[in-house]
């Protein structure tokens, strides 16, 4: 079973500043099969960036997806007021889908 | 354009079942493969459960295998869950979310989500 370990927990940033999400992975994980959520309070999570690096249809390019192997990285250029929320990353492996434990972007 | 909305969430007691629905519309739904994720409240993103598109091959989490069944309706365009023995720990809110294609693992559409909460 492959473990997804997001850091950090929490960041807190400014709008206009970058923001560098990060997730590690127990194991290789295949690059197709990992992806990355937006969720803001009350709704349902929105698919950001498969393949670890395909923007979604709609995603702005202030959205970046990167990595490979264990460690993947979900980068946010510069972020607006909307962009402050809870970032999961996804894998699946062997049938199985596991979420990473999420990292929220806040308001400094 | 795609809409998912479940509905059959509610207030149960420890041990007591319940089943979900997700009505599907907008795409061709026996052509993708669809998945159950819950969120506890306050809490993160757990999968519960995944089917193809033609309802023969299944997954469980360890979570829930052996009480919780997924199944679909291709006439209805309707997915279904069906949750027996619950804990007070399957409390949250249900969402169904389609695999975005055959190639891509991921969940390109999601439902709003219903709330099951597990309590005496």
């Known amino acids: 079973e492959i473990v997804l370990t997001q850091s950090p927990g929490t960041l807190s940033l400014s709008p206009g500043e970058r923001a560098t999400l990060s997730c590690r992975a127990s194991?290789?994980?295949?690059?197709?099969?990992l992806a990355w959520y937006q969720q803001k309070p009350g709704q349902a999570p929105r698919l950001l960036i498969y393949?670890?690096?395909s923007r979604a249809t709609g995603i702005p390019d202030r959205f970046s997806g990167s990595g490979s192997g264990t460690d993947f990285t979900l980068t946010i250029s510069r972020l607006e007021p909307e962009d402050f929320a809870v970032y999961y990353c996804?894998?699946?492996?062997?049938?199985?889908?596991?979420f990473g434990q999420g990292t929220k972007v806040e308001i400094k | 354009e795609v809409q998912l909305l479940e509905s059959g969430g509610g207030l149960v007691q420890p041990g007591g079942s319940l089943r979900l629905s997700c009505a599907a519309s907008g795409f061709t739904f026996s052509s993708y493969a669809m998945n159950w994720v819950r969120q506890a409240p306050g809490k993160g993103l757990e999968w519960v459960s995944s089917i193809s598109g033609s309802g023969s091959s299944t997954h469980y989490a360890d979570s829930v295998k052996g009480r919780f069944t997924i199944s679909r309706d291709n006439s209805k365009n309707t997915l279904y869950l069906q949750m027996n023995s619950l804990r007070a720990d399957d409390t949250a809110v249900y969402y169904c979310a389609k695999k975005y294609s055959t190639s891509w693992y991921c969940l390109d559409n999601w439902g709003l989500g219903t709330l099951v909460t597990v309590s005496s």
């Open positions: 996804q894998q699946y492996d062997y049938s199985r889908w596991a």
């Open positions: 194991q290789s994980v295949t690059s197709s099969y």
């Open positions: 393949g670890a690096s």
